[in-house]
């Protein structure tokens, strides 16, 4: 599967277009990720906690977005986005989409 | 008077942490950008043309960082009299001079020769709570071509 950012793949033809995939995420932090997070809101600097969560649920929403892909038999994914939305106070949704082609 | 002891222990403890912290990630950002400025991340949306021997993969990095107590103190002060406030824009900087560093640092262990589409998205993490700004995620993206 080729995975990619950009609407054409170098060297390569596109033979079909497949349609938009996605997949999507919805995460909500532990509390004592939160109170970690609420010490470092003093102290200022990364949250390594949230970087590592928000890293897993969108590597999950991208997944999910893979699967969508491979169910239509594509064998790329160009043209991907993601975006993140957040839905309640401590919950985040994440976003991939993109189009499924068939590249020679 | 115990409420303003705790502000002033809280303002001197974000000022002396926050500033140590800024230094350092500073620092360690100046570096690692001199030695990953051989891949050259570009924002355009069309690939190299003529030289199709390349293979294209998706890379990304991401950072959560949060502003310290102090800055934060002097940023709601300066929601009062309007104007910039510079203690978010170097937060906003380095995070995204962060996350761009850890994408290539991604495509750098691929081999890529360079990267292509560069997207940032920005979302603010405690959104929901009390309108603040405190935390930021940036998200860095790209299509790194390695050369085949």
């Known amino acids: ?104 | 008077m115990a409420d303003l002891i705790i502000l002033v222990t809280l303002l001197a403890l974000g000022y002396g942490f926050g500033r140590y912290s800024e230094s350092t990630h500073y620092a360690s950002i100046r570096k690692r950008e001199k030695t990953l400025n051989a891949i050259p991340a570009i924002a355009s949306r069309i690939p190299p043309q003529g030289n199709p021997n390349f293979d294209s993969q998706l890379v990304s990095g991401s950072v959560v960082i949060s502003v310290d107590y102090f800055k934060r103190f002097i940023a709601g002060l300066r929601n009062l009299v309007g104007g910039r406030m510079t203690s978010y824009e170097t937060l906003l900087d380095r995070a995204r001079r962060e996350a761009i560093l850890r994408m290539k640092e991604e495509a750098d262990r691929l081999g890529a020769s360079m990267v292509f589409n560069l997207k940032l998205e920005t979302a603010s993490i405690h959104k929901g709570r009390r309108n603040k700004i405190g935390s930021v995620e940036v998200l860095a993206y790209g299509t790194a071509l390695t050369p085949n």
């Open chain 1, 1 to 104: 599967m080729i995975v990619s950012n950009l609407e054409i793949l170098p060297g390569k033809k596109i033979t079909k277009h497949l349609g938009l995939v996605q997949g999507s995420s919805v995460r909500a932090k532990h509390v004592g990720r939160d109170l970690m997070a609420g010490l470092k809101n003093i102290f200022g600097g990364e949250l390594k906690g949230y970087t590592e969560l928000l890293q897993e649920s969108r590597q999950e929403a991208h997944e999910r977005m893979l699967e969508q892909a491979k169910a239509v038999g594509a064998n790329a994914v160009l043209n991907i986005r993601f975006s993140t939305s957040s839905i309640a106070a401590g919950a985040a949704e994440l976003f991939a989409y993109g189009t499924a082609v068939i590249v020679e």
